[in-house]
């Protein structure tokens, strides 16, 4: 299993671009790169997910070097809404071999204040 | 339907107790799983179910009995819980052969006295 590493925590100011490294050493060529965001008492929300290049939804864009030994999240224009846990998942989902085997790692806290 | 439902939301149990924590999903999911949570730690894995069998255990004390019954359906039993079982219980669900992500529930808080 791939094990990443992300800060504990970052602090923005609103309105500024939060970008969040995830560092995934050992990945392997099926892994994916998945992030979730979680408010307090609530399960954590699918953001994106990518493979490789440049991925954009409308909520976060997620940037994975030639490499994929690391990855980027970037929120846009955050706000006070965004202070949240991000986390940064790296695995195979795509068998059934593999379900169950993504494992959470401790997290970024993103505070964000006015 | 796109949501992971988890019923109840708060539930208050004593050490002799049993109880049950539901879960249920219509999104054609067939990899249902629990995942435990501690306070501002992450989410650890419990079980996983495969097409509604159990395919992982995490070495989870007995007094958690996990029972799917149905592809839409996820329980897990509650029995002589310890006060350090207290947490966020969350249940998620997967598709099959797609590499999407997980959809989780909102969880249930569960304290134990």
């Known amino acids: 299993l791939a094990k990443t590493t992300q800060p504990i925590s970052m602090d923005s100011y609103e309105g500024q671009e939060v970008n969040i490294t995830c560092s995934h050493n050992?990945?392997?060529?099926?892994?994916?790169i998945t992030w979730y965001q979680q408010f307090p008492s609530q399960g954590p929300r699918f953001i994106i997910q990518?493979?490789?290049t440049k991925v954009t939804n409308e909520v976060a864009s997620l940037f994975i070097p030639a490499d994929r030994k690391s990855s980027t999240l970037s929120l846009p224009r955050v706000s006070l809404s965004d202070t949240a846990v991000y986390y940064c998942?790296?695995?195979?989902?795509?068998?059934?071999?593999?379900?169950?085997?993504?494992?959470f790692g401790a997290g970024t806290q993103v505070v964000v204040t006015p | 339907d796109t949501e992971v439902t988890q019923t109840p939301k708060h539930l208050v149990m004593g050490m002799t107790n049993k109880k049950s924590l539901k879960c249920e999903q219509h999104?054609?999911?067939?990899?249902m799983y629990w995942y435990k949570q501690k306070a501002k730690k992450p989410p650890e894995l419990m079980f996983v179910?495969?097409?509604?069998?159990?395919?992982i255990n995490e070495s989870v004390p007995s007094r958690f009995s996990p029972e799917c019954p149905n592809s839409s359906l996820l329980n897990l039993h509650l029995h002589a819980l310890q006060p350090e079982d207290s947490a966020l219980y969350l249940c998620?669900?997967?598709?099959?052969?797609?590499?999407?992500?997980?959809?989780f529930g909102s969880g249930t808080r569960l304290t134990v006295v």
């Open positions: 998620a669900s997967s598709p099959p052969g797609k590499n999407y992500g997980y959809t």
């Open positions: 050992n990945i392997a060529t099926n892994d994916y």
């Open positions: 990518g493979y490789k």
């Open positions: 998942l790296v695995g195979d989902t795509m068998t059934t071999d593999s379900w169950g085997k993504l494992q």
């Open positions: 999104m054609g999911h067939r990899a």
């Open positions: 179910y495969s097409y509604e069998k159990l395919s």
